[in-house]
């Protein structure tokens, strides 16, 4: 992994077709698919067994060295504040030196903290410092914004699907790291272990990121393998355009912050990512106080992340053939229905049905959010505008973890996580509703 990095940045030009590290020659296959690919399972190996992982292995780490689930909350909590204050510089990465050599150090970073959970955590203030800020920064580096940026420069007439397979790696590996890590963990006896196979699942994650293509200009491609020339040209052009509203600029970010749709659009993203954030890291927990036995929490934990899988593609194929204002509302009434009952019912199979609901819901948002951004604000303003919206987002979300453990300590309960999380779902159906194209005025630039 000591090589130099020959993939050329974001911003630079395309190598010579001479170069005779420049893959294969164009016609014969379509990079994007493999890039498509590749992000899938760095997604299933980096989010799910290291992100999603967290659900099952907190909770043994919690037992096994009596922690208050509070103060051990904390670590999650500045993990999303560390998350949302480097996507300016995962943006300013992506930029200067292009998704793959972003992704390669968040990999690198990510390994390295995972190897020292492992082999010095004993302590609260270990893990809150090690998980909080070393692997919150190696999730910042690996983030959505790498896999958006990158599907987003090859795909246009096809981007809400591709972006829908792309996040269901993640969904795809927090499903079966459920099972995995929870069978590693009883056959060792030890919670180590379920980290040590998580950081096995992130060194061959590692070796794919070496493979990713930044853009199609790169190696002589074109977006959605269709040459702007030739579709000009084209006796079936309307095959070649999207379905669904694009916007024809690139907004600055004065002009984006201008709009009411960027407002609404954060109140969904803040309801969505806040109350799944609630179910991964304290559903487990709630469920066992609620008297579920082990086995049957995960399988619920199992349908809530299968749930999440299942809804994105789905999601993202219905995004580019239909306008997401009224999607996202749907999904949102969904979401609110399947929260509420999953705080109400101690009925198995109710339990069952509205966290695979709930998840569907979670996965879609994950899919539709970043392809509504770039069709409302333009592509080639897409990182720009998140390197702003997460450090604006995020820490509201970061409260979350921190704030649902103190709250079970002070009142016994996770009642009022469950009040909060109702009311931002019931406002977030409003905002859905509510959010339409913004219109655009030329301004000065940022």
């Given amino acids: 992994?000591?090589?130099?990095?020959?993939?050329?940045?974001?911003?630079?030009?395309?190598?010579?077709?001479?170069?005779?590290?420049?893959?294969?020659?164009?016609?014969?296959?379509?990079?994007?698919w493999i890039n498509t690919a590749l992000l899938f399972f760095i997604y299933f190996a980096a989010s799910g067994f290291v992100y999603f992982a967290y659900a099952v292995i907190f909770p043994a780490m919690v037992e096994a060295m009596?922690?208050?689930?509070?103060?051990?909350?904390?670590?999650?909590?500045?993990?999303?504040?560390?998350?949302?204050?480097?996507?300016?510089?995962?943006?300013?990465?992506?930029?200067?030196?292009?998704?793959?050599?972003?992704?390669?150090?968040?990999?690198v970073l990510m390994l390295a903290g995972l190897l020292a959970i492992i082999l010095l955590v004993t302590e609260v203030w270990q893990w809150t410092i090690i998980w909080g800020l070393v692997i919150g920064l190696s999730l910042a580096l690996t983030s959505p914004l790498c896999g958006h940026t990158l599907a987003i420069s090859w795909f246009n007439i096809r981007r809400a699907t591709v972006l829908g397979i792309v996040v269901t790696g993640s969904a795809a590996g927090g499903f079966v790291a459920q099972p995995v890590l929870a069978a590693i963990m009883t056959r060792f006896g030890t919670w180590q272990s379920g980290w040590a196979a998580s950081a096995v699942i992130?060194?061959?994650?590692?070796?794919?990121?070496?493979?990713?293509?930044?853009?199609?200009?790169?190696?002589?491609?074109?977006?959605?393998?269709?040459?702007?020339?030739?579709?000009?040209?084209?006796?079936?052009?309307?095959?070649?355009?999207?379905?669904?509203?694009?916007?024809?600029?690139?907004?600055?970010?004065?002009?984006?912050?201008?709009?009411?749709?960027?407002?609404?659009?954060?109140?969904?993203?803040?309801?969505?990512?806040?109350?799944?954030?609630?179910?991964?890291?304290?559903?487990?927990?709630?469920?066992?106080?609620?008297g579920i036995p082990g086995l049957q929490i995960a399988s619920?934990?199992?349908?809530?992340?299968?749930?999440?899988?299942?809804?994105?593609?789905?999601?993202?194929?219905?995004g580019d053939r239909f306008e997401?204002?009224?999607?996202?509302?749907?999904?949102?009434?969904?979401?609110?229905?399947?929260?509420?009952?999953?705080?109400?019912?101690?009925?198995?199979a109710l339990l069952i049905i509205s966290g695979f609901v709930f998840g569907a819901?979670?996965?879609?948002?994950?899919?539709?959010?970043?392809?509504?951004?770039?069709?409302?604000?333009?592509?080639?303003?897409?990182?720009?505008?998140?390197?702003?919206?997460?450090?604006?987002?995020?820490?509201?979300?970061?409260?979350?973890?921190?704030?649902a453990g103190y709250a079970y300590e002070a009142t016994g309960s996770y009642d009022l996580a469950f009040l909060i999380g109702t009311a931002l779902l019931a406002l977030s159906v409003v905002a859905a509703i509510l959010l339409k194209p913004p219109v655009f005025r030329p301004a000065e630039s940022d």
Avoid at 1 to 28: H, K, L, V
Avoid at 300 to 318: N, T
Avoid at 373 to 396: C, K
Wanted: proline share 7%; glycine share 10%.
């Fill in 66 to 107: 009596d922690w208050n689930r509070g103060s051990a909350s904390i670590a999650h909590s500045i993990g999303f504040v560390v998350l949302g204050l480097c996507y300016p510089f995962t943006a300013w990465m992506i930029g200067k030196r292009g998704v793959r050599f972003t992704m390669t150090a968040g990999l």
């Fill in 300 to 318: 619920l934990m199992g349908a809530f992340i299968l749930g999440s899988g299942s809804g994105r593609i789905p999601a993202g194929w219905l």
């Fill in 202 to 290: 992130v060194l061959i994650a590692l070796v794919l990121a070496r493979f990713l293509i930044n853009r199609p200009q790169d190696i002589g491609q074109h977006p959605d393998n269709v040459d702007p020339e030739k579709a000009r040209l084209s006796a079936d052009r309307a095959a070649t355009k999207p379905r669904t509203y694009r916007s024809a600029h690139n907004w600055t970010i004065r002009q984006v912050f201008g709009t009411v749709s960027v407002y609404l659009l954060m109140l969904i993203n803040v309801t969505y990512l806040g109350t799944g954030t609630f179910l991964l890291t304290h559903g487990a927990l709630y469920l066992s106080d609620a």
């Fill in 1 to 32: 992994m000591d090589a130099p990095d020959t993939q050329p940045a974001q911003n630079e030009p395309a190598r010579p077709a001479t170069d005779p590290a420049a893959p294969s020659p164009p016609d014969r296959l379509f990079y994007g």
């Fill in 324 to 348: 997401m204002r009224w999607l996202m509302a749907i999904i949102m009434g969904l979401m609110f229905g399947s929260f509420l009952l999953f705080g109400s019912t101690d009925s198995f």
């Fill in 361 to 403: 819901c979670y996965g879609g948002l994950f899919a539709l959010a970043p392809a509504l951004i770039s069709n409302f604000f333009g592509e080639a303003s897409f990182a720009r505008i998140n390197a702003v919206f997460a450090p604006l987002l995020l820490p509201f979300v970061a409260t979350v973890p921190a704030g």
